[in-house]
């Protein structure tokens, strides 16, 4: 029986796996690549600044809310 810890752990190491494999995918693409419409009018480039966003207000919000704080972003 895995602990939560192990979960945690696994789930961890599967959420860092996916965003490597994110990043191996748009790392050749070139900019006429990255401005090809693949989601209603987003581009690759709008997606990936989206995701980026995304990364960079929830990660701080992620540790408040680990540390037992609010996770306001």
């Given amino acids: ?10 789930l961890l190491a599967e959420l860092d796996e996916a965003f490597a494999e994110l990043q191996r995918t748009y790392r ?17 480039k709008d997606i990936l600044v989206h995701i980026a966003g995304w990364h960079r207000e ?8 680990a540390r037992g704080e609010r996770p306001v972003p």
Avoid: C, K
Wanted: proline share 3%.
């Fill in 28 to 44: 050749d693409l070139g900019e006429a690549q990255r401005r090809v419409v693949m989601q209603g009018t987003w581009s690759v």
């Fill in 58 to 65: 929830m990660a701080p919000a992620l540790a408040r809310l």
């Fill in 1 to 10: 029986m895995r602990t939560e810890a192990g979960r945690r752990d696994s």
